[in-house]
Nanobody, 116 residues
């Protein structure tokens, strides 16, 4: 069993920056294959933001590429998302995800609100 603990998020003005972090916690040694972030805005489907696998290879959604940066600390089983040049349309609940032994785990989500 893996628990994902998210932190960060909040309210920021358009053009501003925010950082998110997500730590994967488990009682046993956990080989994490991939961690990343999705987001879900009210009335919209959940969508990919960015992921990074255990080799450090990152993948970004077109809407955030060049503005968001995903990074990780394998020793801490933690993934970070640095968000810059935020837009009102980035407003959503951001959910952390981890792939472990082929199973997807999800955090509870953290709210990011960008005001215009």
């Amino acid at each position: 069993q893996v628990q994902l603990v998210e932190s960060g998020g909040g309210l920021v003005q358009a053009g501003g920056s925010l950082g998110l972090s997500c730590a994967a916690i488990s009682r046993s040694i956990t080989p994490i294959e991939l961690m990343g972030w999705y987001r879900q805005a009210p009335g919209k489907q959940r969508e990919l933001v960015a992921t990074a696998d255990n080799t450090g290879t990152a993948h970004y959604a077109d809407l955030v590429r060049g503005r968001f940066t995903i990074s990780g600390d394998n020793a801490k089983n933690t993934v970070y998302l640095q968000m810059t040049s935020l837009k009102p349309e980035d407003t959503a609940v951001y959910l952390c995800t981890a792939l472990v032994y082929g199973l997807n785990y999800w955090g509870q989500g953290t709210q990011v609100t960008v005001s215009s």
